[in-house]
């Protein structure tokens, strides 16, 4: 994805004699997250107006449809490109988003949650197991590498953390519960670790390459996901869950300052890190209001659905704009 974006970057037309699908990238599941995210903060929003809107369930059940559609074009290009996808798997950045995939399991198990609770169980199973397993590789590659560099460290590395406090939201609805606290206190202890390390390469380092850039935005999710799932787990607000909200909260802050540095840059798949952590601060601030029924909370969630939405529809967009100009799944 690297090199192809760098492509894009430079505004180069890449004429493509190879099979696309040998280039698919694996960051595309970051699609799935953006979506599902985006159907959740809609479903919960409709929650608190005492509405029903059927436009959450259209775009639930079409997450799952574009989730099938990617997921079975990968799974061709472990079949047909096995030597591609190995590449990918052991390249520094790349490797990050494998747990994307899992994600997107259980972000879509959370979308069926009260569509189709059956459903919703299994996808949580399948996505809590595969994470797990994910996350394990991820970890024993970190822990026995020999390339790894410092400029390699960007927030795409808190995925896999992500997905860890993740778990528990629908975990706690099937009743997983101690399963649920394992994967909450993995997420958070990794959160952190990754969390200093981040910023010590930002301060210290070369600044971060411009294709890279909008996954600062990945920095929001781990502390508002993990919000949602404390009070799950907790049953309540304490002291402890608002920390977590209010430095998701300052982090969101930070980066709508930092508006310039986005506002130019050219289109990359890596624009999909924009959704997901807007999704997530959004509902976490739906969430607050519903626990402490301060009406600052719902205009916070509601500016905010606002211009996820104006996120996502731009992102369906420039994405569309950019796989009918072949200039994803390219060789770079």
Same mark, same amino acid.
């Given at each position: 994805m690297?090199?192809?974006e760098?492509?894009?970057?430079?505004?180069?037309?890449?004429?493509?004699d190879?099979?696309r699908l040998?280039?698919?990238?694996?960051?595309?599941?970051?699609v799935?997250?953006?979506?599902?995210? =985006?159907?959740?903060?809609?479903?919960?929003?409709?929650?608190?107006?005492h509405?029903?809107? *059927? *436009?959450?369930?259209?775009?639930?059940?079409?997450?799952?449809?574009?989730?099938?559609?990617?997921?079975?074009?990968y799974?061709?290009?472990?079949?047909? %490109?096995?030597?591609?996808?190995?590449?990918?798997?052991?390249?520094?950045?790349?490797?990050?988003?494998?747990?994307?995939?899992?994600?997107?399991?259980?972000?879509i198990?959370?979308?069926?949650?009260?569509?189709?609770?059956a459903?919703?169980?299994?996808?949580? =199973?399948?996505?809590?197991?595969f994470?797990?397993?994910?996350?394990? %590789?991820?970890?024993?590659s970190?822990?026995?590498?020999e390339?790894y560099?410092?400029?390699?460290?960007?927030?795409? &590395? =808190?995925?896999?953390?992500?997905?860890n406090?993740?778990?528990?939201?629908?975990?706690?609805?099937?009743?997983?519960?101690?399963?649920? &606290? =394992?994967?909450?206190?993995?997420?958070?202890?990794?959160?952190?670790?990754?969390f200093?390390?981040?910023?010590?390469?930002?301060?210290?380092?070369?600044?971060?390459?411009?294709?890279l850039?909008?996954t600062?935005?990945?920095?929001?999710a781990?502390?508002?996901?993990?919000f949602?799932s404390?009070?799950?787990?907790?049953g309540?607000?304490?002291?402890?869950?608002h920390?977590?909200?209010?430095?998701?909260?300052f982090?969101?802050?930070?980066?709508?300052?930092?508006?310039?540095?986005?506002?130019?840059l050219?289109?990359?798949?890596?624009w &999909?890190?924009?959704?997901?952590?807007?999704?997530?601060?959004t509902?976490?601030?739906?969430?607050?209001?519903s626990?402490?029924?301060?009406s600052?909370?719902? &205009?916070?969630?509601?500016?905010?659905?606002?211009?996820?939405?104006?996120?996502?529809?731009?992102?369906?967009?420039?994405?569309?704009?950019?796989?009918?100009?072949?200039?994803?799944?390219v060789?770079g």
């Amino acid at each position: 994805m690297m090199n192809e974006e760098k492509n894009l970057e430079n505004g180069v037309d890449v004429a493509v004699d190879t099979d696309r699908l040998e280039n698919f990238p694996i960051s595309f599941f970051a699609v799935i997250m953006g979506l599902s995210g =985006f159907t959740i903060a809609w479903e919960k929003a409709a929650h608190l107006m005492h509405t029903h809107i *059927f *436009f959450d369930s259209l775009s639930a059940w079409g997450t799952l449809i574009a989730f099938l559609v990617i997921a079975g074009l990968y799974l061709s290009k472990i079949i047909k %490109y096995p030597q591609a996808v190995l590449t990918e798997i052991k390249h520094p950045v790349k490797l990050s988003f494998f747990p994307a995939a899992s994600i997107a399991l259980l972000l879509i198990s959370v979308a069926m949650m009260h569509r189709v609770e059956a459903l919703s169980h299994v996808l949580w =199973f399948l996505g809590t197991l595969f994470h797990l397993l994910l996350f394990l %590789y991820v970890v024993n590659s970190w822990m026995h590498h020999e390339h790894y560099q410092t400029p390699h460290i960007n927030p795409a &590395w =808190f995925i896999p953390a992500v997905g860890n406090v993740l778990v528990p939201i629908a975990g706690t609805h099937f009743g997983y519960i101690e399963v649920s &606290w =394992f994967f909450f206190s993995v997420g958070i202890i990794f959160w952190i670790i990754l969390f200093t390390l981040f910023f010590n390469r930002i301060l210290f380092h070369n600044p971060m390459p411009k294709h890279l850039l909008p996954t600062l935005f990945i920095l929001i999710a781990p502390p508002a996901v993990g919000f949602i799932s404390y009070v799950k787990l907790n049953g309540g607000l304490d002291h402890f869950a608002h920390i977590l909200y209010y430095i998701a909260l300052f982090l969101t802050f930070s980066l709508f300052t930092q508006f310039r540095q986005f506002a130019n840059l050219p289109f990359f798949l890596s624009w &999909w890190a924009y959704s997901f952590p807007m999704s997530a601060i959004t509902i976490a601030s739906f969430l607050m209001y519903s626990l402490t029924q301060n009406s600052m909370f719902a &205009w916070i969630g509601g500016v905010l659905l606002c211009i996820l939405s104006a996120i996502i529809g731009l992102l369906i967009y420039k994405t569309y704009l950019a796989i009918t100009k072949k200039k994803i799944c390219v060789e770079g």
